[in-house]
């Protein structure tokens, strides 16, 4: 079992930043995945943003030039940095873990952006 624990969240006006983290812990292989999906009120769980034990990263195109993922193996956490923040980012963002096929989710954590 994994456990994520998400923090980081809260309201921010149009144009701010902010920055999640999510920390595992229990039964963590050291290959594995890492990241951000969000949910929009009355959409999909979308993918925001995910990174490999070794660095890989992929980004959803719509935060591309405006998040950053990154991740401390040691500490088993991963990081998002969100900068020029729009109302649309509005969702909860969950953390992710995948390893062997597996997959864990943290319970998330709301972003709110006013305009």
């Known amino acids: 079992q994994v456990q994520l624990v998400e923090s980081g969240g809260g309201l921010v006006q149009a144009g701010g930043s902010l920055r999640l983290s999510c920390a595992a812990s229990?039964?963590?292989?050291?290959?594995?995945?890492m990241g951000w999906y969000r949910q929009a009120p009355g959409k999909e769980r979308e993918l925001v943003a995910t990174?490999?034990?070794?660095?890989?990263?992929n980004y959803a195109v719509s935060v591309k030039a405006r998040f950053t993922i990154s991740r401390d193996n040691v500490k088993n956490t991963v990081y998002l940095q969100m900068n020029s923040l729009k109302p649309e980012d509005t969702a909860v963002y969950y953390c992710?873990?995948?390893?062997?096929?597996?997959?864990?989710w943290g319970k998330g954590t709301l972003v709110t952006v006013s305009s």
């Open positions: 229990g039964s963590i292989f050291s290959i594995n995945v």
């Open positions: 990174m490999t034990n070794s660095g890989t990263t």
């Open positions: 992710h873990y995948r390893a062997w096929s597996l997959d864990y």
